[in-house]
C-alpha cells in the first residue's frame, strides 16, 4: 500500500514509538532499487510516471504538520524518513535532512530523527555525511548468503550483499541493522532466511558489522508475493538470542 501523502502519521510503530513519517517519494508509484518480495508498497510499476516532492514542499508540509501537532500538545518519539520506496534515492536528500533537524529543533526537540533504508547509497559522499546527522540509522540487511539477498531483496543490477556488508562496516557499530525473517517461494525458488545455515552467514556478517542494536520482526502487512509465511514469535527471540551472544543487542518484534 502506497503512502497517499508527503508528511503521514503520527503513528504508533512497533520498533519506534509515536513517529511521524516522511515520505521523500511520488504518491502514485514506489521509487526504489530494491524489489523485496514483501514490501507493503508493492511492485515498482514502472508505466507510472510522476515526479519527486520538492524539498521546498517537504520542508513546507513538515513545517505544517509539526507546527499542529506542537499546538495540540502532542508527543513525537521520532520523525521517521520511510514512505514509498528508499529515501536516500531523493537527490536533495541531504538538504532535506539538514531542514528536518533544523524543525525539529524548532518545534519538537526531544524527538529523534529517524531514516529507515537499503542502504545502497552509503557509498555515496552526500549521503553519507546526511545519514551521519540523523540520530537514527536503520539499515536494512535480510540475508546471510548472496543467493538469498537476491531472492528476497531484488536489488538493481550491480548490487551485492558482500558490498551493502562493506558500507555497513563504514559506520563502525554506529548503525541499527533491521532484518525481516519469512518463509514462502516465489517463481519456483524457496525463500527462507531462516535456516541454520542463513541464520549462522548471517550472524557472521553482524559480527563484522558490529551494530548498536538489531531489530528482528516477521511480516505484518500484505505482501505482494502471496505465498509468504511469517515466522513465530519463538522463532524470532531465538534468533535474537543468538545476537545478544556476540554482546549485540537486539529487539525482536
Partial sequence: MLHPTFIYGPLSSRRLGNSLGINLLPTGRKVCNFECVYCECGWTDIGVKSAMPT???IHS???STLKGLHSS???LAHITFAGNGEPTLHKEFDGIIDDTIGLRAAYFPEARIAVLS???RVSDAKTFAALKKVDDRILKLDAGTEMMFQRIDIPDKGITLDRVTEDLK??????IIQTLFLRGKYK??????TSPEEIDAWILRLNAIQPKNVMVYTIDR???VENLAKITKEELENIAVRVRELGIPAESF
Fill in 61 to 63: 508540509e513538515l513545517e
Fill in 170 to 175: 563504514r559506520w563502525n557499530g554506529d548503525v
Fill in 118 to 120: 537499503n542502504a545502497t
Fill in 73 to 75: 500538545s502532542q508527543t
Fill in 55 to 57: 524539498r521546498e514542499t
Fill in 188 to 193: 519456483n525458488e524457496i525463500i527462507d532466511n
Fill in 222 to 224: 500484505k505482501t505482494p
